[in-house]
């Protein structure tokens, strides 16, 4: 196997246009636990750690722009005040090496229903930012993710960072179910953004994709914050998810638990906003 | 010559692990470390399917693939063709049928495991699928197709103490079941086989019991015992998964193939497949009680799903029954317990053996019983709390100290826990308080130390003392297991109490000395510890005729303990050695709208006979009780129509540090009157009582009747 390890961002669109079979790989949390079963064979890596531009992050128009590889540990770090929401999902990822190691990028690159840096990005209407020799372009997350494990990336295209808005005075929350206290798949997952006139929510490992709740955001967005709209939120994200049966949980369960995520979690952010 | 009590880090003293360091900085050599020049990878070929029968297999594909030095099937296997601890009805690899998901079909050595896997990939196997029998209870029936030629019931043990069950104020009943739980050690089954120049072949291996593993690989490799040679390697957990033989038999017979040296090392999937689990149970059971509390009489069925091969059930079969009532004085109990053959993983040995599954069951019918004479839980256990002379179901008295009430009474007087602030989910952020409640729980159990139903159950143990550079120096030779129980210090304490000399060295156990049992059943310290006592007391006798070391003096001794006796048919007879009791309190915070419980704290009481090393029995404690925890709230591995879900860390969970309360500790030394230093095992009580001790306290948060192990979250709230 060839293994790429180009010294910056210019060359590393080069190499994955040159080499469309190479895989990139960042912190290897997802792409080596692939390769040690055996379930993909590429004919080369493609390691983008020696990129410096992809570590970075900074504050743009309206929001923060995070590179590709930021790790989970340096969300919580740098990010929690601005972005809490995706620092209360990092918190849930893995141990603390994964958090280390595992970056933002490479749970966008993964693009499975249950990751779980995905759901705050949806519910603040983040773009995924793709480039490649041709150029860049942002996509809306929700139509960069087309399907389990499936998302729009070209051939030849690398995942650059994520646009996160930012907006004034936003409540976030995420709350995560597993079967034990660190470490694990979450069962399903809830993220929730409130700021004024707008809620934005996402449905994580309910689905083939993170899932938007559109009609309990536009409940929410007109609701006064009492008890009763809570549980009616929490009825319509329930009712917006689409979970299965499978060894991590029923449908019936996934279904209840996310409304009361959903109940739970909106009470908190209208608390914060009212405070 | 110093005297006993001058030495230091002898019996009693918290003396650290040699290996302790090494471990955690990853820098001591597990099985799956080792090398040697020239060497081999082994890979092995499994079934997909759960039953078929095997028409053919083609190897021609796989021993064209370069690097491939053997394709080896059935028909390379010299000697018998089966294995088995109690039952030789399991194949070396597979001819005519294949009985489970998993099973062994070819084994390729080749010169990188990469090459070895994907050579194993184009053996050819032409399968005739079958219905696989996958329901313990169908397995039991006349209608159900015999999946071997003594037909499905591979043991009943029927008990009858006391007269037949009649009056009672109270009666409750219930049904309950146990999953399948995996030992989930960390260290996947590996070993290094060397060929030898005599023919025969040294085995390096991870194992519990070197001379039983070395017994059935001789045979099915045609060899005699003096040339198949067994050394233990660096074992990664054990738990009862390594009692039975993995790859040792692929490895030498690659090995002799190709006369070179083999490795073989299993991954984490694979291991799942390659090593037995505990049974899974279905109970039923039925207690009648007097209005005052006492128990009047107990009926219970137990059926365990023993799986393809046969293992250790039929032992674990008749633990279920022996401990099926708990340890309380009943008057009047009929016990049926079964164990069948399916075409689910095998079953076999796991920490508590038998003993799990029913005090699951019988720990919750306790409480369903005080809630129905309106008792309270502990005072109604403590009221019918076995002691010393009590009788067992099987008709002996208890012969050792049986201190349920002390235990009881520890573990409930101690201080509540306050509220930490801490919530069920953690970090996950699920509940700021919502929907928590507190709940708590208590539970007792009890099992067999060593080897029951008149198996004459021995450890030898060489010690020799020898002088250099004028200093006494003690070696000790055992072919005991070290699979992290801590044994390597207790022989090394035990020989410095005796000799009072500070020197002692621990040799490697291999099969050149004789026997030590498995390290297992609570057993080792007591058998093993048992056979270096003597033998230094051996030594000493002779340097104290002698007055002087001079060159050397060398004895070995085997330590027996006092013979057991069979069950009769009507499940009567003296067929325990001794016994171990533990206690345990559980507090706990239950979210009941989501169904997900932190477990506050775990309070235990258990009495240990003598702390050998105070440090180390509080480590079998707490990691017994982590173990306990995971079968009471995520251990299982799922099994649909004989296929095995979740054959990996990602979905079969165990306990995190995380998710592992403070444990707060009473231990009890009432010297046992028959054993080493009135020693007691250690191993197995805390894994007992622990899970149902955490279930009550569920059960006492949501009010639900949780008749199921692991609990899931739908069933604690009701969905
Ligand atoms: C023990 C363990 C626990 C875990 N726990 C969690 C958890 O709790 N929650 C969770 O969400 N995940 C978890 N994961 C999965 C994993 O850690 C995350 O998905 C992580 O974000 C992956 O990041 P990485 O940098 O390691 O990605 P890599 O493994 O390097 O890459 C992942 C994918 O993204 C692609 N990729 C990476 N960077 C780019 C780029 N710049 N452009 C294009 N494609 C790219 C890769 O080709 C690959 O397909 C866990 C993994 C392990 C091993």
Redesign the pocket.
């Known amino acids: 196997m060839e293994f790429l390890q180009p010294p910056g961002w210019r060359e590393a669109l080069e190499a994955r246009a040159a080499h469309p079979d190479a895989?990139?790989?960042?912190?290897?949390?997802?792409?080596?636990?692939e390769l040690n079963f055996a379930r993909t064979r590429p004919a080369a890596l493609l390691d983008?750690t020696h990129v410096p531009e992809?570590s970075r992050w900074e504050s743009e128009d309206g929001g923060v722009r995070i590179g590709?590889g930021v790790t989970y540990t340096r969300l919580i770090a740098e990010l929690g005040d601005r972005l809490p929401g995706l620092a209360m999902a990092s918190r849930?990822?893995?141990?603390p090496q994964?958090r280390n190691?595992?970056?933002?990028?490479?749970?966008l690159?993964?693009s499975?229903p249950?990751?779980?840096?995905l759901p705050p990005l949806y519910a603040a209407g983040a773009s995924v930012e793709v480039a490649s020799v041709r150029g860049a372009r942002r996509i809306p997350i929700d139509e960069f993710i087309v399907g389990p494990k499936r998302n729009v990336?070209g051939e030849d295209e690398?995942?650059a960072g994520v646009f996160v808005p930012v907006r004034d005075d936003a409540a976030q929350q995420f709350a995560k179910v597993g079967t034990r206290n660190a470490?694990?798949?979450a069962v399903c997952s809830f993220a929730v953004d409130v700021s004024e006139g707008r809620v934005g929510t996402c449905i994580g490992s309910a689905g083939p994709t993170p899932i938007r709740a559109r009609e309990a955001e536009a409940f929410a967005a007109s609701a006064a914050p009492e008890d009763a709209a809570a549980r009616e939120f929490g009825e319509l994200v329930a009712a917006a998810a689409s979970p299965i049966d499978d060894v991590r949980g029923t449908a019936a369960y996934r279904r209840h638990a996310l409304s009361v995520l959903a109940r739970r979690t909106i009470t908190w952010a209208w608390e914060t906003r009212c405070a | 010559m110093s005297t006993v009590t001058e030495v230091a880090n002898g019996i009693g003293q918290s003396v650290r692990r040699p290996d302790g360091i090494p471990k955690v900085k990853g820098e001591f050599a597990y099985s799956s470390d080792m090398w040697a020049d020239g060497m081999l990878w082994g890979a092995t070929l499994r079934s997909p399917h759960p039953r078929a029968r095997v028409l053919s297999i083609d190897i021609a594909a796989a021993l064209a693939v370069p690097g491939v030095f053997a394709v080896l099937t059935h028909e390379d296997v010299p000697g018998r063709k089966t294995y088995g601890l109690e039952h030789h009805d399991q194949p070396v690899l597979a001819f005519d049928e294949v009985r489970y998901q998993g099973e062994p079909v070819a084994v390729v050595a080749a010169d990188h495991p990469e090459t070895a896997r994907y050579a194993a990939s184009k053996i050819e196997v032409a399968y005739e699928e079958l219905e696989p029998l996958v329901d313990p209870e169908f397995a039991l029936s006349d209608a159900s197709p015999p999946l071997h030629p003594g037909g499905n019931l591979l043991r009943h043990v029927y008990i009858e103490h006391g007269p037949e069950p009649g009056e009672a104020d109270v009666v409750v009943s219930g049904e309950y079941e146990v999953g399948m739980q995996d030992q989930a050690f960390l260290g996947p089954e590996s070993g290094l086989a060397i060929p030898a120049e005599d023919g025969g072949v040294d085995l390096f291996i991870a194992t519990q019991w070197l001379h039983v593993d070395r017994d059935q690989v001789a045979a099915c490799l045609d060899l005699p015992l003096e040339k198949v040679r067994f050394t233990l390697a660096g074992v990664g957990g054990a738990f009862g998964g390594r009692e039975d033989v993995s790859m040792q038999a692929h490895a030498c017979l690659l090995a002799l193939h190709t006369g070179r040296p083999v490795k073989m090392v299993y991954g984490r999937e694979e291991s799942f497949f390659g090593h037995v689990h505990r049974h899974p149970a279905r109970m039923r059971y039925e207690h009648g009680a007097y209005a005052d509390g006492r128990l009047a009489w107990v009926r219970a069925r137990i059926l365990l799903d023993g799986g393809a091969y046969a293992s250790s059930s039929s032992a674990v079969c008749s633990n279920a029954a022996s401990f099926a009532l708990g340890p309380y004085v009943v008057p009047s109990a009929r016990i049926d317990s079964y164990v069948v053959y399916t075409d689910n993983p095998p079953c076999g040995a796991m920490r508590g053996f038998g003993a799990v599954q029913t005090c699951f069951a019988h720990e919750a019918q306790m409480d369903k019983l005080a809630a129905a004479l309106d008792m309270d839980p502990v005072q109604l256990r403590r009221r019918n709390a076995m002691e010393t002379g009590s009788s067992m179901p099987t008709g002996a008295p208890i012969n050792c100290p049986a201190p349920v009430d002390e235990l009881l009474r520890l573990v409930h007087e101690r201080p509540l826990p306050e509220g930490d602030g801490a919530v069920p989910g953690g970090v996950a952020n699920v509940t700021r308080g919502e929907g928590v409640v507190r709940g708590v729980g208590y539970a007792v159990g009890f099992k067999n130390v060593g080897f029951s139903e008149g198996f004459d159950d021995f450890s030898t143990a060489r010690v020799r003392l020898s002088e250099v550079r004028g200093e006494p120096l003690v070696e000790v030779h055992t072919a005991a297991c070290e699979v992290g129980q801590g044994l390597v210090t207790v022989m090394a304490q035990i020989a410095r109490t005796e000799l009072g000399v500070e020197n002692v060295l621990v040799l490697p156990a291999d099969t050149q000395v004789g026997s030590a049992g498995s390290s297992s059943a609570s057993r080792q310290t007591h058998m093993t510890g048992g056979a270096v006592q003597a033998a230094c007391r051996a030594v000493r006798e002779e340097w104290e005729g002698r007055g002087a070391i001079g060159d050397g003096i060398e004895a070995t001794r085997e330590y027996h303990h006092r013979l057991t006796q069979k069950l009769d048919a009507k499940g009567q007879g003296d067929a325990h050695v001794t016994f171990a009791f533990a206690a345990h309190r559980a507090v706990v915070d239950v979210d009941t709208e989501l169904g997900l419980v932190r477990v506050v704290e775990i309070a235990t009481a258990q009495d240990v006979g003598k702390a050998m090393n105070p440090l180390a029995v509080e480590g079998q404690i707490e990691g017994g009780i982590a173990q306990g925890l995971g079968l009471a709230l995520m251990e299982e591995i799922q099994v649909v129509d004989g296929l095995v879900r979740n054959a990996s860390f990602t979905d079969y969970l165990i306990p995190t540090i995380l998710d592992m309360p403070p444990v707060e500790l009473d231990v009890l030394e009432l010297g046992d009157p028959d054993s080493p230093y009135g020693l007691r095992g250690i191993g197995e009580p805390p894994t007992i009582s622990s899970t149902p001790a955490v279930v009550a306290a569920v059960r006492a948060a949501t009010g639900r009747e949780l008749r199921r192990v692991p609990l899931r979250p739908d069933d604690m709230i009701g969905l």
């Open positions: 895989l990139p790989i960042w912190g290897g949390t997802d792409v080596m636990v983008l992809l590709a849930t990822v893995g141990s994964i190691r595992g970056t933002i990028g490479g749970n690159g993964s499975s249950a990751g779980d840096a990336l690398l995942i470490m694990v798949i």
